[in-house]
């Protein structure tokens, strides 16, 4: 079964630093997300992104973060200059056609990010 | 906006008894489509069921159903014959944007199944 990964699993990074999350969404999907998911608390949108540029963004997404689709197979998602409320889970998730049709949007395993 | 209310933070179950996790939701769209997700404690999310709001039906997926009442704007999970590996945190989310798909998710709730 196709399926959405995500590297790496876990990121410890310095407060400061740029981290890049990567995903590989399923192969044949147009529609690309990113959430996040503070320990405890619930999932979050970050950004919607098709035909190679961001379609909805949340307020959470602010000047710090940018995502991509560089190479047509990997969608990353950029922070420049991490800040401890960054900590998080950040889960990609991706669907076919978008639209109630295609109703099941496949998520990652998420990459847990710990910014110390 | 679209917004969705767990009010269970957490549910205790017997082993092969039914449990009915609770969601309402509100949105102003016409058209919408309902999700619940588990999430068991190593973290990923697994799609559970999905029922669009003109399905005349109540969604079923195994031993997954959806009661949905529309006028109450409800879509609550029933669980039947509990498992122990249902233990798990379970998500409600409705489709925030008919354009974009993005998904709007609920607080949760943390289910515990025991023997």
């Known amino acids: 079964e196709p399926e959405v990964t995500q590297t790496p699993s876990h990121q410890v990074t310095q407060m400061g630093q740029e981290v890049i999350l990567r995903c590989v969404p399923i192969s044949n999907h147009l529609y690309f997300y990113w959430y996040r998911q503070i320990l405890g608390q619930k999932v979050e949108f970050l950004v919607s992104?098709?035909?190679?540029?961001?379609?909805?963004k949340s307020e959470i997404f602010d000047d710090q973060f940018s995502v991509e689709r560089p190479d047509g197979s990997n969608f990353t998602l950029k922070i420049r200059s991490t800040k401890l409320e960054d900590s998080a889970m950040y889960f990609c998730?991706?669907?076919?056609?978008?639209?109630?049709?295609?109703?099941?949007?496949?998520f990652g395993p998420g990459t847990r990010l710990t910014v110390t | 906006a679209q917004k969705i209310t767990q009010t269970q933070p957490g549910m205790f179950v017997q082993e092969k008894e039914a449990v009915t996790l609770d969601c309402t939701y509100d949105t102003s769209d016409q058209s919408y489509g309902l999700f619940w997700y588990k999430q068991p404690s190593s973290g990923e999310m697994i799609f559970l069921i999905y029922q669009g709001s003109y399905d005349e039906q109540n969604a079923t997926e195994g031993r997954y159903s959806l009661n949905f009442q529309k006028a109450r704007k409800s879509a609550n999970l029933v669980i039947s014959a509990s498992q122990l590996g249902d233990s798990a945190m379970y998500f409600c989310a409705v489709l925030g944007s008919y354009n974009t798909d993005k998904l709007i998710f609920g607080t949760g709730t943390r289910l515990q199944v025991f023997p």
């Open positions: 992104f098709y035909n190679n540029e961001i379609s909805e």
């Open positions: 998730a991706s669907i076919g056609f978008g639209g109630l049709s295609s109703y099941e949007q496949y």
